[in-house]
């Protein structure tokens, strides 16, 4: 995958975002910098390609999507770019949610391919007047006009890195430990709720030729993660087991609820990344939630080895120490979410020189405030 371009203006707490991660990332910063505002807003961009623009809205709450102190009647501007393409929507945001149509437009190599203004009812592709979609946007619109076997390479990982984006936030660790819906379809790759991850499991530990061996892969990794804890699941009608490595007799399997929520976390994670595709972007928020350390720094080294094999963008945000300190050997690969930076986040390489990061833990930073600190305000004597 073509190392792509984040670029925002005036999306929440993002006043000025210009970003290009690759491979695995951590990306820090105190409450309220906009970690999570981060993931919102690539979740935005998925579902504006793919449902549309309400669905988009109503999916982040986009009564509160300008940020506060901008400039009136100015748009909150966002743009994702890959390889050739270049993606940019322009929104006409008030402080109570959007006024108006929204504008967009799609360039190859520099050049305009399509152009919606704002407030237009039709959109300009070369020199055809295009009607706006009810719920497609242009540049979707435009894609689907090509025969599957007639696609453009150019818009392709475009395309490719917008439906490939997976976002995992608080998992529904009590959804979980329900019996499963044995009708439930959704077995091909782990929804952001996490709700499907018994039919997922069971679905590839039934056809491992099909889905590549991503069962005993999660499998393996689990049982780095958590010695003694983690030997088998086994499906018995569709309900899970999951068994210690010592485990002799049946009854030593134990049902969903009876599982620590630390494991549940774990075989959500590593799910979640053995089922993206290739050259596609997955992130997770707070991953060390439930978490032990050695878990942590066994699922971050499982989640390494995933994004150089599938060329995978896996962003994880954090206020752990121990996460922190499970990048040392990769400070580049570190971004702050600095409190008034312009643009952010900035890379922790381009803040500290590489020789005088590598005298400290990086948690021990993060933790003494030396980094990504909250703004202290001084006492009144």
Same mark, same amino acid.
């Given at each position: *995958?073509?190392?792509?371009?984040l670029r925002a203006e005036h999306f929440r707490v993002l006043d000025h975002l210009l970003w290009c991660?690759?491979?695995? /990332?951590? $990306?820090?910063?105190?409450?309220?910098?906009?970690?999570?505002?981060? $993931?919102?807003?690539?979740?935005?961009?998925?579902?504006?390609?793919?449902?549309?623009?309400?669905?988009?809205?109503?999916? +982040?709450?986009? @009564?509160?999507?300008?940020?506060?102190?901008?400039?009136?009647?100015?748009?909150?501007?966002?743009?994702?770019?890959?390889?050739?393409?270049?993606?940019?929507?322009?929104?006409?945001?008030?402080?109570?949610?959007?006024?108006?149509?929204?504008?967009?437009?799609?360039?190859?190599?520099?050049?305009?391919?399509?152009?919606?203004?704002?407030?237009?009812?039709?959109?300009?592709?070369?020199?055809?007047?295009?009607?706006?979609?009810?719920?497609? /946007? /242009?540049?979707?619109?435009?894609?689907?006009?090509?025969?599957? @076997?007639?696609?453009?390479?150019? *818009?392709?990982?475009?395309?490719? +890195?917008?439906?490939? +984006?997976?976002?995992?936030?608080?998992?529904?660790?009590?959804?979980?430990?329900?019996?499963?819906?044995?009708?439930?379809?959704?077995?091909?790759?782990?929804?952001?709720?996490?709700?499907?991850?018994?039919?997922?499991?069971?679905?590839?530990?039934?056809?491992?030729?099909?889905?590549?061996?991503?069962?005993?892969?999660?499998?393996?990794?689990?049982?780095?993660?958590?010695?003694?804890?983690?030997?088998?699941?086994?499906?018995?009608?569709?309900?899970?087991?999951?068994?210690?490595?010592?485990?002799?007799?049946?009854?030593?399997?134990?049902?969903?609820?009876?599982?620590?929520?630390?494991?549940?976390?774990?075989?959500?994670?590593?799910?979640?990344?053995?089922?993206?595709?290739?050259?596609? $972007?997955?992130?997770?928020?707070?991953?060390?939630?439930?978490?032990?350390?050695?878990?942590?720094?066994?699922?971050?080294?499982?989640?390494?080895?995933? %994004?150089?094999?599938?060329?995978?963008?896996?962003?994880?945000?954090?206020?752990?120490?121990?996460?922190?300190?499970?990048?040392?050997?990769?400070?580049?690969?570190?971004?702050?979410?600095?409190?008034?930076?312009?643009?952010?986040?900035?890379? $922790?390489?381009?803040?500290?020189?590489?020789?005088?990061?590598?005298?400290? *833990?990086?948690?021990?930073?993060?933790?003494?405030? %030396?980094?990504?600190?909250?703004?202290?305000?001084?006492?009144?004597?």
């Amino acid at each position: *995958m073509s190392p792509l371009t984040l670029r925002a203006e005036h999306f929440r707490v993002l006043d000025h975002l210009l970003w290009c991660p690759e491979g695995l /990332c951590l $990306l820090a910063g105190a409450n309220g910098t906009g970690k999570t505002t981060m $993931l919102d807003l690539l979740m935005f961009l998925r579902n504006f390609f793919e449902r549309g623009a309400e669905n988009a809205f109503s999916s +982040i709450d986009g @009564s509160h999507i300008r940020s506060r102190g901008s400039v009136d009647n100015e748009p909150v501007r966002l743009e994702l770019e890959i390889g050739e393409a270049k993606w940019v929507l322009s929104l006409p945001a008030t402080e109570k949610g959007i006024d108006g149509t929204y504008g967009e437009a799609l360039f190859r190599g520099g050049k305009p391919v399509l152009q919606a203004d704002m407030h237009a009812t039709d959109w300009l592709l070369s020199d055809e007047r295009v009607p706006r979609d009810r719920i497609r /946007c /242009c540049t979707r619109v435009f894609w689907d006009r090509h025969d599957p @076997s007639n696609e453009p390479d150019w *818009m392709r990982p475009l395309v490719s +890195i917008l439906t490939g +984006i997976r976002i995992y936030g608080s998992f529904w660790l009590n959804q979980l430990r329900r019996p499963p819906d044995a009708n439930d379809s959704r077995t091909s790759f782990l929804h952001g709720t996490g709700n499907n991850l018994w039919s997922v499991l069971s679905n590839w530990k039934a056809a491992p030729f099909v889905y590549r061996g991503q069962y005993e892969w999660v499998m393996t990794e689990a049982r780095k993660a958590f010695p003694g804890l983690v030997g088998a699941i086994e499906f018995d009608r569709g309900q899970p087991y999951l068994f210690p490595p010592d485990a002799t007799d049946p009854a030593d399997g134990l049902p969903p609820e009876r599982a620590a929520a630390g494991v549940l976390t774990g075989l959500l994670q590593l799910t979640a990344i053995a089922g993206a595709q290739p050259d596609s $972007l997955v992130a997770f928020d707070e991953m060390e939630n439930h978490l032990h350390p050695h878990a942590i720094r066994s699922i971050l080294s499982a989640l390494r080895q995933k %994004a150089n094999e599938r060329n995978l963008t896996v962003i994880v945000t954090t206020h752990s120490p121990v996460v922190m300190n499970a990048f040392r050997q990769d400070p580049e690969q570190v971004y702050l979410l600095e409190l008034g930076a312009s643009p952010t986040p900035v890379a $922790l390489t381009d803040l500290h020189d590489e020789g005088w990061l590598a005298a400290f *833990m990086l948690g021990d930073l993060y933790d003494r405030l %030396a980094i990504a600190a909250p703004r202290i305000v001084a006492k009144v004597k």
